[in-house]
Structures are given as structure tokens and as C-alpha cells.
């Protein structure tokens, strides 16, 4: 008597697949119960299955399913609160579709962003959120597009990507925060931080610049300091440009981060924020409220680009047909004291 096909060891979908002239996609739809399959088509897989004696092993698709619901989340700079706020948005929508968030940071290095892309998808990760390091290009997420993994890129854009996209209104909030200084008074404005490489802060400087030609302001080449967009490279920028024999009244900073630096910088000159120099921000990260005096900044919610950053990614890994989507977030004015604005109003009133 001929002895069943896989009879010798266990009977694989390859086999059943044959043995009932399907796909071994369509075993495994059968298996899972997910997509359409034909009522006679689904029968007869099951009849062939019983024939052959598969035993479905529930506990290793389990395993692989757990597997699968991992999305690695790579972050440019974990340092920066920003980026802190931001991964948690990104796992509370994780969490709540039950995907677990795989972190790492890369502290701005090309190679180990690549690195950590390749072991998260080593490791299974079903989908990658990028935010990308300094100099990333496009020929750095080639392999991501061949392996057919689910990617988002967010904060910092790529062009050409072919990926969603999550970013705040960089341009629109640099301009509204500078010219907020100008109908404050001031005309001779610096801004310091951020590398010319950076996308955003092309963007942000781009509205900056934008908004002293609308107020027929001119800006002084000096007054454009890159450095990190760190509290260090604020320290670093703000004591240049304070050197000057014509220093700025006012300086409007790449990030958050990098005024709280500047405003350290001031300090150490013997300069009070708010009422020798303005200095604002970008970001409004928790600590822009609760250093003193508090930071008046562009709010970008970062927690909520978070948020809308796991969903765009998981709306991609459940269908992978879906075409790209970007989301760009508002980008509001957020008014305390760094600015001098309040000090102003109780000058007038006296």
C-alpha cells in the first residue's frame, strides 16, 4: 500500500499544496482564515489536508504572528526631547493595535541607521518608522524598497523617497514666530542652529528669511550661524554672534534645544532673556515650558506626529498596495516670556 506523501516526516503546505493543485497561498489562507477563498476550494484543501494527516501547529504560527508585530522605530537623535515625545505618540498607537515598538537611536550616523534597519528586519519588524540621520540618501533605503518593507519617514523629509510622510510646517512656523519678533520692534534678527544639509532647516530658515522680506527687513549674512541642533551648538552660536560689535536684539533658533543653549550663552554674557535679547524656539518640547524664563517657541505637537506616524505605518503593513501618504503638521505660536513680549506690554502700560 503506497504510503501517504511526507508520511516519513511532517507533512509540509508545499505538499498539501501540490497533493491538492493549489498555491501554497491558498493553503495558507485556508490555514490563517484571512482573504477569499472559493467555499469548494477551501473544502477540498481541508479534505486533502485530512488525508495526508496535517496537524496545524497553532503555537508556531502564534509565535510568528508575535514576531510580525514588530515595528522598529529609528531616531536621529534620541537626546533631543523632541524625539522623545515623539516615539511616545508612536507607541501609544502601537500598543493600542498591539504592535510593539523596536527603538534605536543613531545619533545622526548613516552607518549605524543601516544597521539598525537591517537586524529590525532581521528580527521581523513588519515595518519601519525612519527618522532619517544627517546625510541619509535615497540609496540608503534601496535595500528597505528590495526586501519590501513597510516605511515611513518622518520629521525629516526625503525627496524621491516613495514613502509615507510625516513632518511639521516647518516653513509657515519659522515665518510666524519671526515675524512675531518683528512686530515686536526688532529688525536685526539672527538664526542660529541647524546644518545647511538638513532639510528642515532649510525649510525653517527659508520662512524665516521669507518673513523679514515681507516686513522689508534686511539680514545680515553674519547673523546666520549653523552648529548642531544641540544645546551645546546653541551655546557654541549664540557666544559667536554675541561677539559681534553689532550683535542682534533678537535670534530665532533651529529647535528648541539649540535656544535653550543660546539662552545659556546669553546668561553667561550677563544678558536677561526677555529683556536685553529675545531668543525663541521651534518644537515646544516640554522643557521650552520649564526653563526660565519659559521659551516662547512654535508648537508642532510632537507626541501627535507621533501618533499619526504609527498610523500611517500601519495602515500601509495591513494593505501594501496603499499608496504613499504625507501628513504635514500645523505649526502654531506659543507666546511666554523668552521673547520679551510681556515685558513690553507692562512697559506700555506704565
Not at 504609527?310 to 511666554?336: C, M, T, Y
Request: net charge neutral; aromatic share 4%.
Amino acid at each position: 500500500m503506497p504510503q501517504p506523501q511526507g508520511s516519513k516526516g511532517k507533512v509540509t503546505i508545499v505538499e498539501i499544496a501540490d497533493a491538492a493543485g493549489v498555491s501554497k497561498s491558498t493553503v495558507s489562507l485556508v490555514l490563517t482564515g484571512r482573504g477569499a477563498v472559493k467555499p469548494e476550494t477551501r473544502q477540498h484543501v481541508l479534505q486533502t489536508m485530512n488525508r495526508l494527516g496535517y496537524v496545524y501547529n497553532r503555537g508556531a504560527a502564534n509565535l510568528r504572528n508575535a514576531q510580525s508585530r514588530i515595528v522598529g522605530l529609528v531616531l536621529n537623535d534620541l537626546s533631543n526631547p523632541f524625539f522623545a515625545e515623539f516615539a511616545i505618540g508612536v507607541e501609544k498607537v502601537l500598543q493600542m493595535a498591539g504592535y510593539v515598538a523596536f527603538m534605536a537611536n543613531t545619533a545622526e550616523s548613516v552607518v549605524r541607521q543601516d544597521q539598525m534597519m537591517r537586524m529590525m528586519r532581521e528580527h521581523g519588524a513588519s515595518g519601519i518608522i525612519l527618522c532619517p540621520a544627517l546625510d541619509t540618501r535615497l540609496e540608503h533605503l534601496d535595500w528597505a524598497k528590495a526586501a519590501g518593507a513597510a516605511l515611513l519617514v518622518a520629521i525629516r523629509r526625503l525627496p524621491g523617497a516613495g514613502a509615507s510622510l510625516v513632518v511639521p510646517e516647518n516653513h509657515l512656523g519659522a515665518s510666524r514666530v519671526t515675524r512675531h519678533l518683528i512686530n515686536l520692534g526688532h529688525e536685526r534678527i539672527a538664526f542660529l542652529g541647524g546644518m545647511h544639509s538638513m532639510v528642515v532647516r532649510q525649510e525653517r530658515h527659508g520662512g524665516f528669511l521669507a518673513a523679514m522680506d515681507a516686513s522689508g527687513c534686511s539680514f545680515d549674512p553674519a547673523l546666520n550661524l549653523e552648529s548642531m541642533p544641540t544645546r551645546d551648538g546653541g551655546f557654541g552660536a549664540m557666544s559667536a554672534v554675541l561677539s559681534l560689535a553689532d550683535r542682534p536684539t533678537a535670534v530665532v533658533c533651529y529647535n528648541d534645544v539649540t535656544a535653550i543653549g543660546a539662552m545659556l550663552a546669553a546668561a553667561r554674557h550677563s544678558l536677561v532673556v526677555g529683556r536685553d535679547i529675545a531668543i525663541v524656539g521651534f518644537d515646544d518640547t516640554s522643557e521650552a515650558r520649564h526653563v526660565s524664563p519659559a521659551l516662547t517657541t512654535v508648537a508642532v505637537h510632537p507626541v501627535g506626529l507621533g501618533e499619526r506616524a504609527a498610523a500611517l505605518l500601519l495602515k500601509q503593513i495591513n494593505d501594501p498596495a496603499a499608496e504613499p501618504e504625507s501628513f504635514i503638521g500645523p505649526a502654531h505660536l506659543v507666546i511666554r516670556e523668552s521673547c520679551g513680549a510681556y515685558q513690553r506690554a507692562l512697559a506700555a502700560a506704565g
